[in-house]
């Protein structure tokens, strides 16, 4: 807006200096006199401004008949394009001004623009690998898809400009949400440029997400020998493709194969948690427990998590309480101080009823600002050491409003899954799920009173009276006849009567 009011305002401006020079030269006297050949011709200043102007525009006109006579004698030299490049030269200079127009526009945002710049330029110039690009470019600014998809169509024709036009479409059908199509593009984009990164990173989410493990392998192989990608991360996704094609191991139908695969996930990448847990349950099936047991202890130094736990108790399925306290040692000895160790330890001992050992297991996790399984943990404890009900509901409502501690968390989108996954489901990423506590708010309320201390107090509370109410129940002793004594005392009318007296 300010700037074609700018421009307007500089043309009034110049329209007026040149009203007020032309009325100057009409009021000024004298002129311009000329001599040739005996005659003398006399030039008002009007006219002689008029005659300057003649005089450019013979100048200029000699000069376009002077190329026209050089191209023409090239011409008649043999040169058979001389005349065709004289007369195709202007034509050329305004196409490509035309094209850079477009060109600008089409960074600006202007839509429009560039798709008026861009038929212009087509016309001009005749060169559809430069300006069908900007015709489908604008196209697609403009939301006109239908001649986007056509012109897109044009370029995969020409074998210069088919990878651009492949990737043209590509993206057309993922806005579209045509996947399956897309990621075939995507294929052959890639084909014809393996080292293109963009192409590589979207067929590989595409191939992730259509469960096409083999493939993303194989794209990913593709990104490592580009240089596009590190050789350690490289492995690591690499492990994590290989996890995934051995998904089914549990399954009665589980080949062999499927175990073999998950054996390499582990291998590949020995501190991944799902592969650890997995090639362990592989070596269970084969019957192995103690290759199971060494790759857990090795993902249990890298990283203490309940799955390695819940495979390791799968080795043994069928042992006592205490039995499994004992064996867990081989786990427990390696990170003692670690949180999950200490929890793992509390709950082996709940399970086998040793609750003073469970809650030195604990020790002071619950001090330090535990999370909602260490509270559970320790009213399990105080359930099981005789602890009244109040005490066990405080614990537990400690456990309502504490944090549910780490979890699997995409760091992409930040949602929280249940099982890990080699995709995100909620953005469908790659490789993004890890072990991490999520930042979940605190709870609020709509008067803004911090609810926990207010039930604990409530259930202590209710405890002391229901004591109170259990001491004054109790009547007093009566005495009564020796002739009566056989005969039963009549129970109290009231509906909570306490305990009757000897």
């Not at 094209?99 to 839509?111: I, Q, T, V």
């Not at 020998?225 to 399954?251: N, T």
Request: hydrophobic content about 45%; some cysteine.
């Amino acid at each position: 807006m300010l700037w074609s009011l700018l421009k307007i305002l500089v043309f009034v401006a110049i329209v007026g200096l040149l009203a007020m020079g032309a009325g100057v030269l009409m009021e000024t006297s004298g002129g311009i006199q000329i001599t040739a050949m005996g005659t003398e011709v006399t030039l008002s200043p009007l006219q002689s401004v008029i005659a300057l102007g003649l005089l450019v525009l013979a100048v200029w006109l000699f000069f376009k008949l002077l190329n026209l006579l050089i191209a023409t004698l090239k011409f008649l030299n043999g040169d058979e394009t001389a005349l065709s490049r004289y007369f195709d030269r202007s034509r050329e200079k305004r196409g490509y001004q035309a094209l850079a127009d477009g060109l600008m526009a089409l960074a600006s945002g202007e839509g429009r623009t560039a798709m008026t710049m861009a038929h212009k330029a087509e016309r001009l110039l005749n060169k559809p690998e430069l300006t069908n690009l900007l015709v489908a470019q604008a196209a697609e600014m403009v939301g006109d898809t239908k001649k986007a998809s056509e012109t897109y169509k044009k370029l995969v024709t020409d074998q210069a400009t088919r990878f651009v036009g492949v990737r043209g479409i590509m993206k057309q059908k993922l806005a579209e949400g045509d996947d399956e199509t897309a990621r075939k593009l995507a294929e052959k984009a890639l084909a014809l440029k393996p080292r293109h990164q963009e192409t590589q990173d979207v067929l590989l989410k595409l191939q992730t997400k259509a469960q096409d493990w083999a493939g993303a392998r194989s794209t990913l192989t593709a990104k490592l020998k580009s240089g596009a990608l590190p050789r350690d991360v490289f492995k690591r996704r690499d492990a994590v493709l290989a996890l995934s094609e051995a998904k089914g191991i549990l399954d009665e139908t589980a080949s062999v194969e499927q175990q073999e695969r998950a054996i390499e996930a582990n291998r590949l990448s020995p501190d991944l948690v799902p592969a650890a847990a997995m090639a362990a349950r592989a070596y269970i099936a084969k019957g192995k427990p103690r290759a199971a047991t060494k790759i857990l202890k090795k993902a249990w130094e890298a990283q203490p998590h309940p799955d390695l736990a819940h495979a390791f108790a799968e080795i043994v399925p069928d042992e006592t309480a205490e039995e499994r306290v004992k064996r867990f040692t081989a786990l427990t000895r390696i990170h003692p101080e670690h949180l999950e160790t200490r929890l793992i330890l509390a709950e082996l001992n709940i399970v086998a009823e040793d609750f003073p050992e469970a809650r030195r297991a604990l020790g002071d996790v619950v001090e330090k600002g535990a999370d909602a399984r260490a509270y559970t943990l320790m009213a399990a404890i105080e359930r099981g050491e005789g602890a009244s009900d109040a005490v066990v509901q405080g614990w537990l409502a400690k456990a309502l409003n504490a944090p549910r501690g780490p979890q699997w968390v995409c760091d992409n989108c930040h949602d929280i899954q249940a099982e890990w996954a080699p995709v995100c489901p909620n953005c469908y990423s790659f490789d993004t799920l890890s072990w991490q506590t999520p930042k979940t708010p605190e709870i609020a309320t709509a008067t803004g009173v911090h609810m926990l201390p207010l039930i604990v107090g409530a259930l202590e509370d209710r405890s002391d009276m229901a004591e109170d109410a259990e001491i004054e129940d109790i009547p007093e002793p009566e005495i009564v006849d020796a002739s009566m004594a056989d005969q039963a005392p009549e129970e109290p009318e009231t509906e909570d009567a306490g305990p009757k007296p000897a």
